[in-house]
């Protein structure tokens, strides 16, 4: 499923980064901070949002905003499309619904060689045994 959230439901904010850059981290505000309210999206049915709110309930804000933040990079631009990059892969993961398992018997050759093999280690290790000649 392809994740498309609509660019003004985002709010980006901006801080200095703990990342690589020397001094111009102690000056510059490089780090990008993503915030998504996913109560008020549009982006979702209702449906899919209360899925959403579910599996991500552990990652919201009281106001049900999801944060994210990046200052891998020294570049604002390149920390804000990191912060998309990753709310669409939570988002991607979140999703996802595994497909359901169909119960199956195992077939009769494997029941009998899974027997076969167990008669062959049980006479492997009976012959193990010591012999009494008493």
Request: one cysteine or more; proline letters at 3%; hydrophobic letters at 35%.
């Amino acid at each position: 499923m392809e994740v498309i959230i609509p660019f003004h439901e985002l709010n980006f904010s901006y801080a200095r980064s703990r990342g690589p850059g020397g001094q111009n981290v102690n000056k510059t505000n490089s780090a990008a901070i993503l915030r998504w309210n996913l109560q008020t999206t549009q982006a979702f049915s209702e449906d899919v949002k209360q899925r959403l709110l579910h599996k991500l309930a552990a990652q919201l804000t009281a106001e049900g905003d999801i944060l994210i933040r990046s200052e891998e990079e020294r570049d604002q631009d390149q920390n804000r499309s990191n912060c998309i990059r990753k709310l669409q892969a939570l988002l991607k993961k979140a999703l996802f619904v595994p497909k359901r398992r169909v119960a199956t018997k195992p077939t009769r050759s494997s029941v009998r060689k899974r027997l076969d093999s167990k008669k062959q280690a049980s006479e492997i290790k009976s012959n193990r045994r010591k012999i009494n000649y008493d």
